[in-house]
């Protein structure tokens, strides 16, 4: 495998670990998915551990209480706005961004609200139950929570996007290539790119980057049966202009035990390490486009302000968490 100007090997990837496609090679999203998503061996399925302290990542739900009010503070209103009894979040962890809303919601709101959590993992719905107790309802997919809100929801999520699979490409003099595994790296030039606004920007030859295009067929599945609502998107990355300035290689990268993975480590635990990277959010505003509309694009910095306290200036720095987390506002066309 080329990675940089070394050759290293893939660990344990081969053909028993794996599936492999017909033609012998895996596409890097197929290998992501499978790291991620694949019930048996899969990190989300069966292999996480927790979220926080004693698990691999830390979300800043964990860090401060001011997400869980910002958050309610934005469903309350979002709810008064458009009719909305229901509440969905999207890949809710432990359950704890989920109590921290409900929590922090006024009395009157909290009684009539029906919380709803879409999580396919059966490790975390057991958290999430443990920490929620009968509060809320469960459900495999977005469709399928939408069907039980009559299509009428406000959804909102925390780094949920950016544990969508990608693909990945890289410049080249002539082209772009994109990136299978055989088991080792193989970049293929490509005969058709998909949509994606990185396309559209000049890059120099040799920027690697990533296109979460299962995350615009996870959009399409569902947005045509958003009927009324708001949704809340949060999570680090930033439009297509400035999310590979000085970061040549991209910005996929793994996490285990709390340590940050980089280059060919990505490959050295599948389906016992957290796979992710940054979130394009012109992609998002771009495939949202048919069905629904940007009310507001903000930092974190800009969300969190009302509700911070000095305990959360580290969340609030604009040159760290507070400039790299973004949160974006939509609602149906």
């Given amino acids: 495998m080329k990675e940089g100007w070394q050759t290293v090997k893939l660990r344990p990837m081969n053909s028993s670990d794996w599936p492999w496609t017909p033609h012998g090679a895996l596409r890097f999203d197929r290998f992501m998915e499978l790291a991620l998503h694949d019930p048996e061996r899969g990190y989300y399925a069966r292999r996480i551990r927790g979220v926080g302290r004693g698990g691999d990542f830390t979300t800043t739900p964990m860090l401060t209480p001011a997400l869980g009010k910002a958050v309610a503070a934005w469903a309350d209103g979002a709810m008064k706005a458009t009719g909305c009894r229901d509440l969905v979040e999207l890949g809710p962890g432990e359950g704890l961004l989920a109590a921290a809303v409900m929590n922090a919601l006024p009395w009157w709101r909290r009684i009539r609200t029906r919380l709803h959590l879409v999580e396919r993992s059966v490790p975390l719905r057991e958290k999430q139950a443990a920490r929620l107790g009968g509060g809320a309802v469960w459900h495999d997919s977005v469709e399928s929570a939408l069907e039980a809100c009559g299509g009428k929801a406000c959804v909102y999520s925390n780094e949920f996007a950016d544990a969508f699979p990608v693909r990945r490409f890289r410049r080249e003099e002539s082209g772009w290539s994109e990136l299978f595994l055989h088991p080792a790296e193989e970049w293929r030039a490509c005969v058709e790119l998909p949509d994606s606004s990185l396309f559209e920007i000049p890059h120099p030859a040799g920027q690697v980057l990533e296109v979460a295009e299962s995350y615009r067929g996870w959009l399409h599945g569902w947005l045509p049966r958003w009927k009324a609502g708001r949704m809340l998107t949060i999570d680090y990355g930033a439009e297509a202009a400035a999310l590979y300035h000085r970061r040549p290689r991209g910005s996929l990268r793994a996490y285990l035990m709390q340590q940050r993975i980089e ?3 990505i490959y050295e635990n599948p389906g016992r390490q957290d796979l992710t990277a ?17 009310v507001r694009h903000v930092s974190q910095r800009e969300f969190l302000r009302p509700f911070a306290g000095a305990e959360d200036a580290a969340l609030m720095d604009p040159h760290g968490a507070g400039g790299a987390f973004q949160v974006l506002e939509q609602q149906p066309t």
């Avoid at 992609?283 to 940007?294: F, I, N, Q, V």
Wanted: glycine share 16%; no cysteine.
């Fill in 263 to 265: 280059g060919p480590g």
């Fill in 278 to 294: 940054d979130v394009n959010f012109s992609d998002l505003e771009r495939w949202s486009g048919p069905w629904a509309k940007t």
